[in-house]
């Protein structure tokens, strides 16, 4: 495929355009100026390329002029980070730090307490450490924090983001740990975004680190954000009645990606008995399934499809082939699925998982008070609403009326995302 350069892509002085880098296909959505999608088109990642030479063909060289198109960027094309999370208690200081990295873009891998330190927990980019509100009493905290031994973790970075009076403690136990405020401050609420900012610029710098984005801001004079950020941001305006995606009720929205699946979730869902929750007044939730996905979680995917007891079900609806023989050759590792039912079965035990609170720091869902479920990325295109219907109803079988099934078939989501406000607040 020739690659089209501006001429072609018709963008006017004065236009914006929307990127989305992946780590195999880039995404470039022309906006109109009420903030509607003109077209989009849809490029394979070309790795003999560095990114800003595959984006300088695909769009052009930007003009210097002050009325050439402005571009706004996004990329998800390393995954984004795996943070682990250290704390004093996992509903509470482990809570608030998982929700800003989730928010960031980050993917928490473990959340656990000092009481509960491990071993053989699994390798991260970020060791969040923390716990405790800012006080000159710190309490046992102290003791607990003592016995924290740096070497037993594997780790690129060891942030410190609790009680600020035992920073000094810290450092004499990681001399390399970088210290941040706390985010529960002295109050329990919250208040300070640090972490979010912090894993928000690391995100950032590891995907100019590993693909090479650096060159992006000067020349299309412009900032890159993390794209599960942009989803979120996009959720939020939707649920706020500021999108055209037409949403009314309790809502998810699932995203599908080769590593991970995200959910993003409106709160009122969350059962009354869920031991983790959300933090207080907050209107939408951030969960990611590092091991659900088609791509690079493809075998820990089919490894759970295979040992569930309800995966036989499952088959019944989403295969088209002999449900039995397929069923047999799934139990002995002999039959490869392909992506789309690769992503119903992320669908599935995503949501199985989100009823029974089964995660770290995951809450539990009452699925039958969900008004509408969304689903938007490039795995959700290859799915049909008829058949996430019947996934659903799998695991929500007593909701009357049926909740609505929306595939997000033009990326609006991502797009109300990465626009400014005024482009995406247009009324319906």
């Not at 880039?26 to 990114?51: W, Y």
Request: net charge neutral.
């Amino acid at each position: 495929m020739s690659a089209p350069g501006l001429r072609e892509l018709s963008v006017s002085a004065g236009g914006k355009l929307a990127v989305d880098i992946g780590s195999t296909v880039i995404k470039v959505a022309e906006l109109s100026p009420d903030g509607g999608v003109s077209t989009q088109h849809f490029f394979p990642r070309d790795h003999a390329l560095s990114i800003s030479e595959q984006l300088t063909q695909l769009l052009g060289k930007p003009s210097s002029s002050t009325d050439a198109y402005t571009v706004s960027i996004c990329s998800s094309a390393n995954g984004g980070l795996r943070v682990g999370i250290i704390c004093l208690t996992s509903r509470y200081s482990g809570t608030v730090l998982r929700n800003q990295s989730l928010l960031a873009g980050a993917n928490p891998v473990f959340v656990c307490t000092y009481a509960e330190l491990k071993r053989d927990l699994p390798p991260v980019d970020v060791l969040l450490v923390g716990g405790g509100i800012d006080c000159s009493d710190p309490g046992p905290i102290e003791r607990l924090m003592a016995d924290f031994k740096p070497e037993d973790f594997r780790f690129g970075s060891l942030i410190f983001v609790g009680n600020r009076h035992l920073s000094n403690l810290m450092r004499s136990l990681a001399p390399s740990a970088t210290v941040v405020s706390n985010p529960m401050a002295s109050t329990l609420t919250g208040a300070s975004d640090s972490v979010f900012e912090l894993l928000r610029n690391a995100y950032l710098e590891d995907i100019v680190h590993k693909e090479g984005v650096s060159d992006l801001k000067p020349l299309f004079r412009c900032s890159v954000r993390p794209t599960p950020e942009v989803v979120n941001l996009g959720f939020q305006r939707i649920v706020s009645n500021r999108s055209r995606v037409p949403v009314s009720g309790a809502a998810i929205l699932i995203d599908i990606g080769g590593a991970t699946t995200d959910l993003h979730y409106t709160t009122e869902i969350i059962s009354d008995e869920s031991v983790n929750r959300p933090p207080f007044a907050a209107s939408v939730g951030r969960y990611v399934f590092t091991d659900l996905g088609i791509v690079a979680s493809r075998d820990s995917t089919m490894v759970r499809l295979r040992t569930h007891f309800r995966c036989y079900e499952l088959l019944t609806l989403v295969v088209d082939e002999k449900v039995d023989d397929v069923y047999r050759q799934l139990r002995e590792g002999e039959w490869t699925a392909p992506p789309a039912i690769l992503a119903y079965a992320c669908l599935f035990l995503a949501l199985e998982r989100f009823a029974r609170g089964d995660g770290p720091g995951l809450p539990s869902a009452r699925l039958e008070k969900v008004s509408m479920f969304l689903l938007t990325g490039g795995a959700a295109q290859m799915l049909s609403e008829k058949r996430i219907a019947q996934v659903v109803g799998l695991l929500s079988r007593n909701t009357v009326p049926p909740a609505a099934i929306g595939i997000d078939r033009d990326y609006r989501i991502w797009i109300d995302g990465i626009e400014p406000v005024d482009s995406a607040s247009q009324p319906r």
